[in-house]
């Protein structure tokens, strides 16, 4: 297979995305994980602020993590809700961006969550996402479980991504 590309699941030819090349380019390094990280945080400063480090990274699925730390907690010293909101946004539009097709562009319409535990440790994201062909604009779930240390689930999302065709210009 020609560097650069790789087969999707319907077996047609597409390029990988920059962030995904990047990833594999980087992931199996000494300090490669957190140079991605940051490299992403640079993209979208606002995400710096819960200082996420990507663990899993492809087309269908990514697993962020986040330290627990005073910086991310509210007043009883648990992991702060929207801390854990910042987490799972980040898993599932990297993660969305790798797995549409490269004609195709998204942007997070809406999110519902559920707070099902307190996090007293660190968290790690984990967002999925079937395949999504080319098509019209349309709305797209992506569901995030934020578990605790211990695998319990504390957060659940399902975020809507605005899925729709690029523009030909």
């Known amino acids: 297979m020609a560097s650069g590309s790789s ?7 597409s390029r990988v ?11 199996g390094v000494p300090l490669g994980k957190a140079l991605f990280s940051w490299i992403i945080c640079r993209k979208a400063p606002y995400f710096a602020s819960i200082r996420p480090r990507f663990e899993e990274f492809e087309p269908g699925r990514a697993r962020v993590s986040m330290r627990k730390r005073r910086a991310v907690t509210n007043h009883i010293g648990t992991v702060h809700a929207i801390a854990m909101c910042n ?25 519902t969550v559920e707070y099902l535990k307190k996090a007293e440790t660190d968290v790690e994201a984990r967002a999925a996402l079937g395949e999504v062909g080319e098509g019209p604009a349309r709305e797209v779930p992506v ?10 689930i504390v957060c659940r999302a399902v975020i809507t991504m605005w899925v729709s065709p690029r523009s030909r210009s």
């Open 7 to 13: 087969r999707t699941p319907a077996g047609t030819r």
């Open 17 to 27: 995305s920059p962030a995904l090349a990047l990833w594999r380019r980087l992931s």
């Open 87 to 111: 987490l799972a946004e980040l898993a599932a539009g990297t993660m969305t961006e790798i797995t549409i097709p490269k004609t195709m562009r998204w942007l997070p319409k809406g999110m």
């Open 143 to 152: 569901t995030v479980e934020v578990k605790d240390r211990g695998g319990d």
